[in-house]
């Protein structure tokens, strides 16, 4: 079955510090992998995608994500995470052949200490 | 563009009453998804639609629930009666298969509440 993990339901950085965000995947398929940010009361945001090409990819807002097919993994980096970047942040998977479906995680929420 | 637009933001209303949420998808995007936030489940896929033909129903609670798309710039999802299980945020996002990759673009949601 299709699934998303994100083992951390809530991570607090210090501003200033270096973030990584885990992401694993099961997915028979060549995945679409995507990462979502979302602010409070807001909707979700695309921070970055990966679907071929290149395994690091670059986002909006100073973040990265590396794609690690033999570990299922697609975790978000940021070398010096920024107040304004405490929000939830989801990963999410969908293929080509389902039609822009996406199976989404649970979700991780950042929290910034100044 | 404007971007997905829900309508409302914002919605209270008593237990037993019928609640519609709105949505219009990005012009162009031929794929429109519900989804149904909440902090004990989190983000779940009720419907999705293409070319206006429901998909995937298989997200949707019960029959309480039903969601049309009579045009493609319009969709309604329709809570009868409510619940006040059924409080939560509700996204739209729509996502067109002519884009290379599955990218889906998300409303603001509208927060449901029921009293």
């Known amino acids: 079955a299709q699934s998303v993990t994100q083992p951390d339901i809530h991570i607090t950085v210090s501003e200033g510090a270096s973030l990584e965000l885990r992401c694993n995947y099961s997915?028979?398929?060549?995945?679409?992998l995507f990462w979502y940010v979302q602010s409070p009361g807001q909707g979700l945001q695309l921070l970055l995608k990966?679907?071929?090409?290149?395994?690091l990819v670059q986002g909006i807002k100073g973040f990265e994500a590396e794609f690690k097919r033999s570990q299922s993994s697609f975790n978000l980096r940021k070398p010096s995470v920024h107040w304004s970047d405490a929000a939830e942040y989801f990963c999410?998977?969908?293929?080509?052949?389902?039609?822009?479906?996406?199976?989404f995680g649970q979700g991780t929420e950042l929290s910034v200490k100044p | 563009d404007a971007g997905v637009i829900q309508s409302p933001r914002h919605e209270v209303t008593e237990m037993g009453q019928e609640v519609t949420l709105r949505c219009k998808p990005i012009s162009g995007h031929d794929y429109l998804f519900w989804y149904r936030q909440t902090m004990m489940r989190g983000l779940e896929l009720l419907i999705y639609?293409?070319?206006?033909?429901?998909?995937?129903d298989s997200g949707m609670p019960e029959d309480r629930f039903s969601a049309k798309m009579p045009n493609a710039s319009f969709s309604t999802l329709k809570i009868q009666p409510s619940e006040p299980r059924d409080s939560a945020v509700y996204f739209c996002a729509s996502h067109s298969s002519r884009s290379s990759s599955n990218e889906q673009f998300f409303g603001p949601g509208t927060r449901l509440t029921v009293l």
């Open positions: 639609f293409n070319n206006n033909v429901p998909i995937d």
């Open positions: 990966y679907f071929s090409g290149d395994t």
């Open positions: 997915y028979g398929a060549t995945p679409y």
């Open positions: 999410a998977v969908g293929t080509y052949n389902q039609g822009g479906k996406l199976i």
